[in-house]
């Protein structure tokens, strides 16, 4: 059986010390655009392989927000309808005896300098209510086509809704060397054992109090570099 994850950077920052998988980072694509192009990157496999599909934050961060407001509609219709759209492009590609699996979007998080490429649009709880209704609109239409939803697990965020800065890259990803939770929470929720590959004890102490400190001190550069390696 092969796991195969497709999908934006946070596929790279999430699945990159597993090597049970193969990651394919297609770069900053949103999941509107597959929702309209439809998945033509995956791959036709064995019976057995699953493919996993991590998309949705870029959509949250700066497309959303903005979309609802020129629609004159509500952020979690705009969300919903993403949601629905994305699922059913994923179903018109899946064949019967693979397994789809949908990740949930991480946390959003305003980062320490911005982005003008990606730049983050609406308010915090803005997007806090986008991402919300996005997930729950994947949930309901996964479950509803043969397809699982995997949440990210709630360790990640505050209780507000937002991504823990620490446990960050300081921009918009779950830090590499942080992921293990989530990747042992996909490993469990699959029944498929997934090896994260950790750090040894001390280094993992030691970007760990280091990425606390930058999180405090709100140092860009050394969460950056903390985060993707």
């Keep these: 059986m092969a796991i195969h994850v497709f999908g934006d950077s946070h596929a790279h920052y999430l699945f990159s010390r597993v090597p049970d998988v193969t990651v394919h980072w297609l770069g900053p694509w949103t999941m ?15 019976a057995d392989d699953t493919a996993i599909f991590v998309f949705g934050e870029i959509d949250v961060r700066c497309h959303l927000v903005p979309q609802a407001g020129k629609a004159r509609r509500s952020i979690e219709d705009v969300a919903t309808d993403l949601g629905h759209r994305f699922i059913a492009a994923l179903k018109t590609r899946r064949l019967a005896a693979q397994k789809f699996v949908v990740l949930g979007v991480v946390p959003p998080l305003t980062p320490l300098r911005p982005n003008p490429e990606i730049p983050c649009r609406g308010s915090d709880d803005e997007r806090i209510a986008a991402r919300k209704s996005l997930n729950a609109a994947l949930e309901s239409a996964a479950r509803d086509n043969g397809i699982e939803f995997i949440a990210v697990p709630p360790l990640y965020e505050t209780s507000r809704g ?3 800065r620490h446990l960050s890259d300081g921009h918009a990803h779950i830090a590499m060397d942080c992921a293990g939770p989530l990747v042992r929470h996909v490993s469990s929720q699959l029944g498929v054992p997934l090896t994260f590959v950790e750090r040894k004890p001390l280094p993992k102490l030691m970007r760990q109090a280091g990425r606390r400190a930058a999180s405090i001190l709100m140092l860009r550069l050394p969460m950056w570099n903390l985060g993707k390696a």
Aim: charged share 30%; hydrophobic share 35%.
């Design 162 to 164: 937002l991504m823990k």
């Design 32 to 46: 509107h655009r597959v929702a309209r192009d439809g998945p033509a990157f995956t791959q036709d496999g064995s």
